[in-house]
């Protein structure tokens, strides 16, 4: 029987060979007052090879001492499943236990409001069944700027980000993970006409995911969003910061892209008394990842000559005070 949740919603910490990466992560959520009414779970990846494994033991010691949560549960892998598999299988652990949860990865630096934030937005929308999902980044504002008439402190969009988010049990159990009515849709053109209007790069994603040329967790539940016609919460200005991107993950080139100055530490927060997707964020927010020429003519050049493009992951599917420095 699932236990009955404290305030604060269970915390899933995913880690695997980068203990500074989690040091890091660590001390920011230490900063955070929920932390220490939470209970975290740490998922760590099984090495991949012999030299990975001294890492991954200092990981595991790391979260064994880290003290930061009410209770902590470490799960050691033992065989290396990948990011993927951990984190499907990791947050389903969770949440046969708890109605709601938190889910961060190693690489990861949040703002001391992101667990207050997370957990008023989860409670806010338990029982609005077409949110799927909230998330705590949000791009920054040379990439994306809300509608200077827009009166919340987040916005609705079918998309999924995924750089510090939450969910519950009953949207979790709806993702197939296997994308089983992929080859009934995929030559659509209506569908895909659909689905790029969630994100540009999406259809090719999830090709790219079938195909086998990528392993994402990301693009899959972002496609559940897709499917059940279901929407994710993301902050005006984001709670969380990427520390990841600096060439030492797998998934992710270094790029100070997506980078923010300062994060949100606002605690009194307006969020939308509906649930709606605002035309002029949603039409701005598919195009972020829109791939300029130059890059899509690399890519291009690349598969061409059979040589593999730089691995990467979206963030939708890594401390200012309040009233202080809150620009990108």
């Not at 007052?33 to 760590?44: D, L, N, V």
């Not at 991954?56 to 001492?65: G, K, S």
């Amino acid at each position: 029987m699932p236990d009955e949740d404290p305030p604060s919603a269970a915390v899933a910490l995913f880690a695997y060979n980068r203990p500074g990466h989690l040091q890091r992560c660590l001390a920011s959520l230490r900063a955070n007052p929920e932390a220490a009414a939470s209970t975290g779970y740490f998922f760590i990846d099984g090495p991949r090879t012999a030299a990975d494994r001294p890492l991954v033991e200092q990981v595991r010691r790391i979260a064994l001492t880290s003290a930061v949560f009410r209770r902590t549960v470490v799960v050691d892998r033992g065989e290396n499943r990948g990011l993927s598999g951990n984190i499907i299988d990791g947050v389903t652990q969770v949440l046969d236990t708890h109605a709601r949860a938190i889910v961060v990865e190693d690489d990861l630096v949040v703002s001391p409001a992101f667990l207050g934030y997370m957990n008023q937005a989860l409670v806010r929308y338990e029982r609005a069944p077409s949110v799927f999902s909230v998330s705590g980044y949000n791009y920054p504002r040379a990439m994306l700027r809300s509608p200077p008439d827009y009166c919340y402190d987040a916005f609705f969009v079918p998309r999924h980000m995924c750089w510090g988010w939450g969910t519950w049990r009953d949207r979790w159990q709806h993702a197939d993970w296997e994308i089983s009515d992929y080859g009934a849709v995929c030559t659509d053109p209506s569908w895909q006409r659909s689905f790029r209007q969630v994100g540009l790069d999406l259809p090719q994603m999830l090709a790219q995911y079938k195909g086998g040329d990528i392993d994402s967790w990301a693009i899959r539940w972002t496609y559940t969003h897709f499917v059940n016609h279901a929407v994710c919460l993301v902050p005006v200005n984001s709670f969380v910061n990427n520390a990841g991107v600096d060439g030492s993950g797998s998934h992710m080139a270094a790029s100070d892209r997506y980078h923010h100055r300062c994060l949100n530490c606002r605690t009194d927060l307006r969020l939308p008394a509906q649930v709606y997707v605002d035309p002029v964020i949603a039409s701005a927010f598919s195009r972020t990842e829109r791939r300029s020429l130059p890059s899509r003519i690399s890519r291009r050049a690349l598969k061409l000559l059979g040589l593999p493009a730089a691995s990467w992951r979206m963030p939708g599917v890594t401390h200012a005070g309040a009233g202080a420095c809150m620009e990108d």
